[in-house]
């Protein structure tokens, strides 16, 4: 017998008040959000395979490993290079996984995921991603990953959502990113990878602040000298006052990568809350190293405004 499926795994679909949220298993991908009918993050179509990363989670890094090689307790390991055109390994190694909904309600799901270890990264770790809507507060999320094997475990973690303002393009849109600093310049979008070049944010074009619109203004960056306790990222439309806020901990988050979403058409900014900097497993900062059984989560917020 011949069973077909899509490319997502059997949708998830949660509601809460105002609140509407899709969840695909594959990646445990956020799908959509919805306020009163109006979109919060870019939404994706059932049957398509997601571009740009959309919604998904990112583990056992976010971001880029440089030449998808790196060292870890006196190992050299090498990852597979899935961005031919910078020679990097992005976004870790759960993108593509079909995860189990271990638990689900009307307002919640559970997703879980056992990453095995295999070359490269040869550490078992168990995942879990939560989702869950309140009629208030919109959506939370909170990321989990165990080390299951018998060693030490390097590990970061982020998500890749695309803030909307009820799909209003980005040039229009205000967008106010939090953050002092800001891993290389205007013209290094992507790239960066070296923590030299961390510079101030302030009167440069990647400043983003609620004085003026995006514009033609271009963003693929990771942002530093966030707020310790609670931050957020806002994407406004100023003709209908419709937009999207993501909330994080600087504690727990204290990177944020931003990009202006050139590949889904301007309609959205990926605002991704991150545990550590672009190429962590090589400079060492901010990576997480979990013993054998230690526990890691990170959570954030999503809402419509």
Excluded at 44 to 66: F, S
Excluded at 277 to 286: I, K, L, Q, T
């Amino acid at each position: 017998m011949t069973t077909s499926f899509g490319p997502n795994g059997t949708p998830v679909e949660l509601s809460a008040g105002p609140y509407r949220a899709t969840v695909f298993p594959v990646g445990a991908t956020l799908a959509a959000l919805t306020r009163d009918g109006r979109h919060v993050v870019l939404p994706l179509a059932e049957d398509t395979v997601p571009h740009a990363y959309t919604g998904k989670v990112l583990m056992p890094w976010p971001n880029r490993i440089t030449g998808g090689r790196y060292s870890f307790e006196g190992t050299d390991y090498r990852v597979p290079v899935n961005e031919p055109e910078t020679a990097m390994a992005l976004h870790g190694l759960v993108c593509w996984d079909e995860w189990e909904v271990a638990d689900s309600a009307q307002d919640r799901v559970v997703l879980k995921h056992r990453l095995m270890g295999q070359p490269g990264y040869p550490f078992p770790l168990e995942l879990e991603a939560v989702y869950m809507l309140d009629a208030d507060t919109g959506l939370s999320v909170e990321l989990a990953a165990r080390n299951a094997g018998t060693s030490a475990a390097p590990y970061g973690v982020s998500t890749h959502p695309y803030l909307t303002a009820d799909l209003a393009p980005v040039d229009r849109c205000v967008l106010e990113v939090p953050a002092a600093q800001v891993l290389g310049g205007p013209d290094q979008p992507g790239r960066p990878l070296d923590l030299s070049e961390l510079q101030d944010v302030a009167g440069s074009p990647l400043e983003f602040t609620s004085d003026e619109p995006i514009g033609s203004r271009t963003a693929d960056h990771a942002y530093a000298g966030l707020p310790d306790g609670e931050w957020q990222v806002r994407l406004t439309d100023p003709e209908t006052g419709i937009g999207s806020v993501l909330s994080a901990d600087g504690k727990s988050a204290p990177w944020l990568q931003i990009y202006s979403g050139e590949q889904m058409g301007r309609l959205g900014v990926a605002a991704e809350p991150m545990t550590c900097p672009p190429d962590a497993f090589n400079s060492g900062e901010g990576l997480i190293v979990l013993a054998p059984g230690e526990e890691h989560r990170l959570g954030f917020r999503i809402a419509g405004i």
